[in-house]
């Protein structure tokens, strides 16, 4: 069996990404390159849907969101973060290490942020100057209702931060219609490409905000200066440019096909996966499930680690794991990105095959059936 | 004629590194990925030549720098900024970001500091915590005496941070011998690697300083955090993973080369470029110049801009020009990295065609000559 990669990021790049990684190196202050950086910032901006500038930045996720905070929150600022898994938690560590207070909203794994608990909390705290919040929680697969906080948090002075990491660009998100001020991502997920680069998307009320900022703290993720040489395009720093023309082959791909499309097609995968995985007797672990990822619980008696060590050597497949206390409790199956039906197929073939190798209970293609009926009514749906 | 990139970064990448980078992606919290690390950080230790840990960071040089200077410089404490160009005031704008208090000890263009100056520098201010330093100046090509500063700061309590970015790998440089404290280096220069990955070595004292820091004030860029994952080893955040296979394939060629063989090879290349410009009645502009990159004056009453234009244009020659206030004055030749001596008298026999065209005096093939007699006694001497 040849190797799949279907974890929740990084994710597989398309072979022509690949191949122009493989170009030999050019120079980045050149009028070539800026119309590359250009192409990819526009369309950035409509896999973002938003009219806001996107700023490119050499870093992984993490450095993203440490852009939005340090630039925004000024030290001994209020912040509420909105907590329903690792990656809500790392919005909190952030602010901590920037001596920003954290009024912490938190749900358990597996749960999401109810809109009522953020709108008790900017009650109480009319002074918090943002709201962290997790679009795709990719530790438990639940996604956040961005939707229904930004319409609770444009009432207010508060900014609205946003990690769409693992989201934005696999499942429905609308920058601007959401009232998202500064939206995260990176891009080894749904864009396709290796690690090593991220974004933010900076609405006219963050800017505001950034502007009169008295602490930024940061000089590489100075987002003012880097929207100074966003007229260039360019960066202030040597980017990781060779990463910018890989993700020109990307973006390509996702406008040719259409971020709408795109959206739809994941939401299948996604109800798909959750069927199979259903009719094969698993329990889905999130209450409101991303379609970026599906996150499903280990059977009661069977040992996850051993579950993902046989489907990855025995098949091939590499699923991802629960981390920390949800560690050999939960298997992560992605399918975001380059990822499609027919891989989703065959992480379900592959889970089924190795359940019953470890003494579960089921009837094989179980999981496959429930799937394929998905993508059979969505077909008929779609073509209809 | 074909392209031949010749710019002191980024620098051309093997075609073996190339294709590396064209590998499909896999999983990184895996032990395959861990061995290509710790593979890694061994090499880049050798390359250092250093004992002390170096940390891998996903971002540009400059994001180097700033984890160099956040971690060990507190809020309102004081550092001595040696500064000599450009990336010497890079320093002084990161220390001055942090609310760092900064004492700029300054050379004109094309010098370098003084070791003088330094030890005025220190004995004036026996409270600063740390003296930040550039080995190579790549905007003037001027290499500054870290030797001699590292014997002076040795001896105090202060800490010696070292942009050594386009420096390591190209030229002799000794970090634990010289009594580096921190030293920075990014991807894309002698590593032979796009740009996207940054380093940092770190010794026992300016570990001291760290631990002790009350305001550490960045979280992506913690060294405290990322210290405690090299034991896997691993990272806090995710890596630009495919960059560290890649960057495995290109410390392997130097491994097999050899330092020393390096550094001797490129003092030569950098030896005969500055006799081939200087035969063709080009000056010099670094008064201590680098073995990374060679820097001489546009003739006088000639447009510099008009000539790296024709030179890439008519002859592929992409070299690189002055910035800002030397914008036109100055040409820049890089010789780093995966460029040999070949490329070099490339470069020179099209400065030769260009400068005849445009109309400078000189002997065709002059600058080839001086420059070919060079190598030929640099040869002759190692083989003698």
Not at 15 to 41: M, N, S
Not at 147 to 159: H, K, N, R, S
Not at 235 to 258: N, Q
Not at 315 to 327: E, F, I, N, P, V
Request: charged letters at 20%.
């Amino acid at each position: 069996m040849r190797p799949r990669l279907l974890t929740p990021g990084p994710t597989p790049v398309p072979e022509e990404t690949l191949l122009e990684l493989a170009k030999p190196i050019v120079y980045h202050r050149t009028p070539h390159f800026r119309q590359a950086l250009a192409q990819a910032l526009a369309d950035l901006q409509y896999v973002y849907q938003t009219k806001n500038p996107v700023i490119p930045l050499t870093c992984s996720g993490t450095g993203a969101l440490e852009a939005a905070l340090a630039n925004s929150c000024p030290a001994k600022s209020k912040v509420i973060c909105l907590i329903s898994g690792r990656f809500g938690e790392r919005w909190r560590s952030i602010a901590k290490a920037f001596g920003v207070e954290v009024i912490s909203v938190s749900v358990p794994y597996g749960q999401d942020v109810q809109p009522e608990q953020l709108a008790r909390a900017l009650a109480d705290h009319p002074d918090a100057v943002a709201v962290c919040a997790t679009l795709c929680e990719t530790s438990t697969g639940v996604a956040n209702d961005i939707e229904a906080f930004g319409g609770l948090v444009a009432a207010t002075p508060a900014l609205l931060l946003v990690d769409a990491i693992s989201g934005l660009g696999a499942m429905k998100y609308l920058t601007d219609s959401w009232h998202v001020d500064i939206c995260a991502t990176g891009s080894q997920k749904a864009l396709m490409l290796p690690p090593g680069l991220a974004f933010v998307a900076v609405s006219d009320k963050a800017w505001k905000t950034i502007e009169r900022n008295p602490s930024p703290r940061t000089f590489y993720f100075d987002l003012l200066k880097a929207r100074e040489k966003l007229g260039g395009p360019d960066t202030p720093f040597t980017p990781a440019h060779t990463l910018i023309y890989a993700l020109s082959v990307s973006l390509k791909k996702i406008r040719v096909e259409g971020i709408e499309n795109i959206w739809a097609r994941q939401a299948l995968n996604a109800a798909a996966a959750r069927a199979g995985f259903q009719a094969m007797g698993l329990e889905l672990f999130a209450a409101r499930p991303a379609d970026a990822v599906t996150v499903v619980k280990v059977p009661g008696g069977l040992d996850g680690v051993e579950l993902l060590n046989r489907l990855e050597k025995n098949y091939g497949l590499k699923l991802a794991g629960g981390q920390d206390s949800l560690k050999g409790k939960i298997i992560r199956l992605g399918h975001m990105g380059y990822i499609d039906r027919f891989d989703v197929l065959a992480a379900l073939a592959g889970v089924e095959l190795v359940l019953l190798d470890m003494g579960h209970t089921l009837k094989a293609g179980s999981g496959l059936t429930a799937a394929q009926q998905v993508f059979a009514q969505g077909d008929k749906a779609r073509g209809g």
